[in-house]
């Protein structure tokens, strides 16, 4: 992989972004989670974004008919997957990268400060020393700047942190996978108030999304259709430039952190977020006893 210096990023595109990936989303209503597949259409590769795994909290079940349904479109289409991209650790659902992976092949890749996210949890969840905080859970870390090939589409990887400090954003072509980092322009963007969050980082990540050209098409990884409206998860840099209620025209940086921090202080902790953070910082596998049997641990008062 290329690397691109911080400087070149924004005035000398090491992309090509008129290439318009093919993109087919997945709607999880359960977690309201946009999965998406996205192929080089002058090819059969195709990389997955952000899986969800199915989970019935209350039984301590896992099931696969989210997964499922990229896996069978990948094969009803003949793809040949090549990347299962997570945007970061997600929070708020398991990942359904290993299954899809054992399935079909493909590197999974997270952006290198996993290792920052997974020495903060293995803590509070009591890790025991054997869990390695480094990222070698995962296939490949990106970092900031890097390219990498989707076919034949060249690939950018943007350091996008803020949600959490491993969050990165993958422009393929002119369509860029942001994850937690910005939501649709009604809802404005995500919180940043985890362990390792912070509001003023989400604000220069958003900003520099928002150097990608107008026309630059942005997906969304959750929406909750604020007002009752349907849901949606497809926007543009122009649209977000000029409504989103966060950080659209007028909004300056200090106003940004006191909104998302007031914001935070009101909301509850997501639904999944014990099981979730201890399987995603694995790269998606649950984590085991000294018998192979697959364990999730409550750590009180502790988020």
């Excluded at 019935?56 to 997964?67: E, I, L, P, T």
């Excluded at 299954?99 to 509070?124: D, E, H, P």
């Excluded at 106003?255 to 979730?276: K, V």
């Amino acid at each position: 992989m290329k690397k691109i210096s911080q400087n070149s990023i924004m005035s000398h595109y090491p992309i090509d972004l008129s290439i318009k990936p093919d993109v087919q989303a997945f709607f999880d209503q359960d977690t309201n989670t946009i999965s998406y597949v996205a192929k080089d259409p002058a090819s059969k590769y195709c990389a997955v974004i952000d899986p969800v795994l199915d989970f019935n909290y209350a039984a301590g079940r896992v099931s696969y008919n989210g997964a499922d349904r990229l896996v069978r479109y990948i094969k009803e289409n003949a793809l040949q997957l090549e990347w299962l991209i997570e945007t970061h650790v997600h929070a708020d659902h398991l990942s359904a990268a290993p299954y899809i992976q054992n399935a079909l092949g493909g590197k999974i890749g997270i952006g290198k400060n996993i290792s920052i996210v997974q020495t903060t949890f293995s803590k509070i969840f009591g890790e025991c020393r054997n869990f390695s905080c480094d990222g070698s859970q995962f296939d490949y870390l990106f970092e900031d700047g890097d390219t990498y090939q989707l076919g034949s589409i060249d690939a950018l990887a943007l350091e996008t942190p803020g949600h959490t400090p491993a969050c990165m954003s993958h422009i393929i072509g002119n369509a860029a996978f942001v994850g937690d980092t910005l939501f649709m322009p009604d809802a404005g963007t995500a919180r940043a108030d985890f362990p390792g969050g912070d509001a003023g980082k989400l604000y220069d990540s958003i900003q520099k999304l928002l150097e990608l050209p107008l026309d630059t098409q942005l997906f969304m990884c959750h929406d909750y259709g604020p007002g009752g409206r349907k849901i949606q998860w497809q926007t543009s840099v122009a649209e977000q430039k000029k409504s989103n209620i966060h950080v659209g025209a007028g909004f300056s940086r200090d106003q940004f952190i006191q909104i998302r921090n007031d914001r935070d202080a009101s909301l509850d902790m997501p639904r999944l977020i014990i099981p979730s953070l201890q399987a995603n910082m694995r790269a998606g596998k649950i984590p085991t006893d000294k018998h192979g049997r697959q364990f999730i641990r409550i750590p009180i008062n502790a988020l």
